[in-house]
């Protein structure tokens, strides 16, 4: 799920304050602080925050540094050293290729390929139409399907280099979600 972000119009902004994204991410800070210290916290409050908003853009970083009373710019530091951890949007359609080892002793590594060639994009990044976005995961656990590509909910077995295209057309233009 991808969370509206609207621009602070300051620091302590109260409509902000009441931002559904922002009340998710204090709870998790708050359930944290009552279990003792938020010192090394920062890496699993940053997952959380990104499973809520579904990515972290400075308005994100922001709130966060605010709540751990750090600079902005550890919270930046953090968020740009790790690869899972992304500033863009997720695109419409999250596109997972299963790079476990079932799968790619059977050619995962050439159907992620495909999806790179024909999307212009890397494991890790969105299309610039906002469209799709790529992941290389491992074991989603369907194994006897191998190789495992999972397009948002809907998983597909058995997938060659040669199916990827029609995987792609059939979500464009709103195709099957
Ligand atoms: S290794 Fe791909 S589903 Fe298990």
């Known amino acids: 799920m991808v969370a509206e972000v609207k621009e602070p119009c300051c620091q302590d902004c109260q409509a902000c304050s009441q931002q559904p994204w922002m009340v998710e991410i204090d709870a998790f800070i708050d359930e944290l602080a009552g279990r003792g210290s938020l010192d090394g916290k920062l890496i699993a409050i940053l997952h959380r925050a990104q499973e809520i908003v579904g990515y972290l853009p400075a308005e994100v970083q922001a709130h966060v540094a605010r709540r751990l ?74 194994c006897g399907l191998a190789p495992v590509v999972v397009v948002n909910e809907k998983m597909y077995g058995k997938i060659a280099s040669k199916d990827v295209a029609g995987i792609i057309e059939s979500y464009k233009g709103g195709g099957s979600k």
């Open 69 to 142: 009373s750090i600079p902005p710019a550890k919270v930046y530091g953090v968020v740009t050293f790790y690869s899972f951890f992304t500033m863009i949007p997720k695109g419409s359609y999250v596109v997972n290729v299963c790079m476990g080892t079932a799968c790619f002793v059977v050619g995962a590594d050439a159907v992620l390929n495909e999806f790179k060639r024909l999307l212009g994009i890397e494991a890790g990044q969105t299309t610039p139409d906002g469209l799709f976005s790529l992941n290389a995961l491992r074991c989603v656990g369907a």
